[in-house]
């Protein structure tokens, strides 16, 4: 198969490296711009909503942060398939070193909401399908975590956590339409809406930002990782060969 | 068929008979999923006295008297209303047209009791100059259906 062929071009763990060398400044340096024109915007250079006041800049963090947390997932649950059906070598790899950072984003999600949700519901949380869906995605990626390092076999733990991985993927449509489907506290989609955003554009754009600089973000702290990772596991063998 | 070939399906089938498992457990839980009931839904289920349930919608305009530290308001879906009281604390955001989930429960005498009061926000953010332009020219669109207030936003 002609695309599976080109896909094992990069798992090369090698040139993986090299690829992850010249990528991971552009990564870090637009992390820092874009983080540093989005939070200016966020805190200072966007108005107070007509309701929440400046409770709203709350938003710039706990939306970033929750498709951080979504799209970690669907990643991981993809890197769960290539692992289990194409045996691809880095696929463990980009799964391990993805989980905690989903995990931390999903964490601040929740965190941001929490704090969102006492000034402006009047509780820090209720159970709707939204928070328990979402909470249910922060266990997802806890398990993933403990799973791989549950055996003293790592490739049992991996295949393990892989199952998980692609079992979980279910839970994200749940996520995404649990406001459409069933009534929530948690409002209903305010950006990816059939009739266009229902935020204003001078807030929609501060969070554009902020949401590329959480993406950039992303990647930077997984690609280390995963760096990191391969070259341990060099390392490694290196030192047993000798 | 290859092995790679075999696990690709196997992986597919999985996600597809979880999909229809999750799908029809999600259904048949439909009712308990929902985080509060419509005052029209209340009409028609009639709910026991004393049993505990969340009721949403509307505060409508001009039906909240407060006394004191008690407060009576009615919650609307447009359709039907429930007159409620509570005692204690309101969130910031509570106001007339203001979408509320209230969890309490009937008395005796066909008044529902509140024991928490939260306000539920919509999902449209804007400045607040633009939302008092938008209610001088009365292009403000009050309370459709969904049970919060929602302000068309045009630049």
Redesign the interface.
Known sequence: MAT?FNLHRFANPGRFLRLASALLPWLTGGAAVLFAIGLYLALVGS??????GDT?RI?YIHVPSAWMAMMGYALLGAAG?SA???RHPLADVAGEAIAPVGAGFTFVALATGALWGK?????YW????RLTSFLVLFFLYVGHIALTHAFDDRQRGRRSAAIIA??G??NLP?IKYSVD?????H????IL?MDG???????LWPLFVMIAAFTLYFFAVVVTRMKAMLLEARHRAAAFAR | MSR?RL??YL?LA??VV??IA?TLV?RAL?EE??????PTQIAEKQPDAGRQIRL?GLVEAGSVEKSGETVAFSVTDLSSNVRVTYRGL????FREGQGV?VQGAFDGNGRFVAS?????????????????ALKESGRWQETEG???A?PV?T?
Do not use: C
């Open positions: 599976a108005p107070p909503d007509y309701q929440q709203v938003m398939a289990l059906i194409w000034p402006t519901w009047g509780t209720v159970w709707d399908a692609i079992v993927l279910i749940i489907w069933w009534n929530t506290l409002q209903s989609e305010s809406r955003p229902s935020i204003h554009p001078a807030m | 790679k696990r690709l992986v999985t996600l979880l999909g999750t999600l439909n999923l929902v985080f509060f009931l419509s949403g309101l969130p910031d955001l989930v928490e009061v939260l306000a539920k926000h919509d999902e449209t953010y804007m400045p607040p100059e633009v939302a008092k969904k049970g919060t929602q936003v630049q």
